[in-house]
């Protein structure tokens, strides 16, 4: 699928410079962003609702699928080299800053990612079996800059790297790899079609925009930069990348 890049960093940078669900509750949800379903893609990662909205302090990440939300789960590769990464993703037009990252250093996302060849949340034990350092498999959260890079390929993303010897502004949960990550701790829910990430975010949301991504990523083969990138797009909320959700 072509991911329209120059339209998404336009939307990204005007914003900057700007400035518990159901199925029925996330699909019927005022400015939700609404996908037809499509038999021809994997019903797990078919989107047909994303929505991002705030209650109180939180801003709450849905997002529907036609099948049954986190019920596909990539096959371990066996090593770091090469290991899959699959994901529900919120692109949004909120500024990295916002959670600890440098100003202007891409795109920032929600996402929630499996990835059964490595652990990248230090802090936590997701499957509670006493070891912090064996839970790649199980559904989690990070927040992550993108940024176009195009030794990925063609248009193509990345998790944005970390160059030898820079010392970029980090959030405290970062979980020490070279790369612009953030593992929050926020679990997220899977609800029959829905997955739902309640997020602690401190910002300015007026004019904040969205949309709702399901996709595949891969470490290089080399391991080296680019370490993280964006090798199929699943389906996309808007079908543009467009960030037309607003955040409420």
């Known amino acids: 699928m072509q991911i329209h890049l120059a339209s998404l960093v336009a939307i990204v940078a005007a914003g900057t410079a700007a400035a518990g669900g159901t199925h029925d509750q996330a699909v019927n949800q005022g400015g939700a962003i609404l996908s037809p379903a499509d038999g021809a893609k994997t019903a797990a990662f078919d989107i047909i609702a994303a929505h991002v909205h705030r209650t109180g302090g939180r801003v709450v990440f849905h997002m529907t699928t036609s099948g049954i939300a986190g019920d596909a ?21 909120l ?22 060849d490595f652990d990248d ?20 959260s990070h927040w992550v800059v993108l940024a176009p890079t195009e030794a990925c390929g063609p248009g193509a993303l990345a998790v ?7 010392q970029p502004a980090l959030p405290a949960t970062w979980p020490g790899l070279p790369l612009l990550i953030d593992s929050p701790g926020f679990v997220p829910v899977f ?27 891969r470490v290089n083969e080399s391991i080296h930069a680019p370490l993280l990138c964006v090798t199929d797009v699943f389906d996309i909320a808007s079908g543009d990348l467009s960030l037309p959700g607003r955040i409420d």
């Open 73 to 93: 789960v990539p096959q371990p590769a066996g090593q770091l080299a090469g290991a899959p990464v699959w994901s529900y993703v919120w692109p949004t037009s």
């Open 95 to 116: 500024d990295p800053a916002t959670v600890g990252f440098d100003a202007g250093a891409g795109i920032l996302a929600m996402a929630a990612t499996n990835h059964p």
């Open 121 to 140: 949340t230090p802090l936590y034990d997701e499957n509670a079996d006493g070891d912090k350092a064996n839970d790649g498999g199980v559904w989690h």
């Open 160 to 166: 944005r790297d970390i160059p030898e010897g820079a």
């Open 191 to 217: 609800d029959g079609p829905e997955v739902i990430i309640e997020a602690e975010v401190s910002a300015d949301f007026g004019g904040v925009s969205y949309d709702g991504v399901t996709s595949a990523l």
